[in-house]
C-alpha cells in the first residue's frame, strides 16, 4: 500500500503564505492524478480543492482559483500545493490523494496537514 506523507502546514495571518508538499512512499507522481483535499472543522466530508492529471492539466476549486497552485516534481517524487492570500476560511486539514479520479475514488489517502488561518 503507497504511503502518502504530506507537510508544511502551520498556523498564518490572513494574507499570508504556505507551501505545502506530499511525498508518496513509491515512485507515482509521474504516472497517477495527484489532487489536494481539505476537510474544515466540522464538516464531515472533504473538498476537492486541485488536482493535476498525468498530463499536467489542472484543475481548481472556485473558492482557490487564482491564489493556491498544484505543481509536482517528478524528479522528486513530490506533489506541492502553494497557497497564496490565505483567508480564514481556509482553515482545514490538508491532505493527498493519488491515483483515481474524483468521481471514481482514489486509491491512496494521506493523513493530511493542519493549516490555521487567524484573521
Known amino acids: 500500500q503507497v504511503q502518502l506523507v504530506e507537510s508544511g502546514g502551520g498556523s498564518v495571518q490572513a494574507g499570508g503564505s504556505l507551501k505545502l508538499s506530499c511525498v508518496p512512499s513509491?515512485?507515482?507522481?509521474?504516472?497517477?492524478?495527484m489532487a489536494w483535499y481539505r476537510q474544515a472543522p466540522g464538516n464531515e466530508r472533504g473538498e476537492l480543492i486541485s488536482l493535476i492529471s498525468i498530463d499536467g492539466a489542472t484543475t481548481y476549486a472556485d473558492s482557490v482559483k487564482g491564489r493556491f497552485t498544484i505543481s509536482r516534481d517528478n524528479a522528486k517524487n513530490t506533489l506541492y500545493l502553494q497557497m497564496n492570500a490565505l483567508k480564514s476560511d481556509d482553515t482545514a486539514n490538508y491532505y493527498c490523494?493519488?491515483?483515481?479520479?474524483?468521481?471514481?475514488?482514489?486509491?491512496?489517502w494521506g493523513q493530511g496537514t493542519q493549516v490555521t488561518v487567524s484573521p
Open positions: 490523494a493519488s491515483c483515481g479520479s474524483p468521481t471514481g475514488g482514489f486509491r491512496d
Open positions: 513509491t515512485d507515482i507522481v509521474s504516472v497517477c492524478t
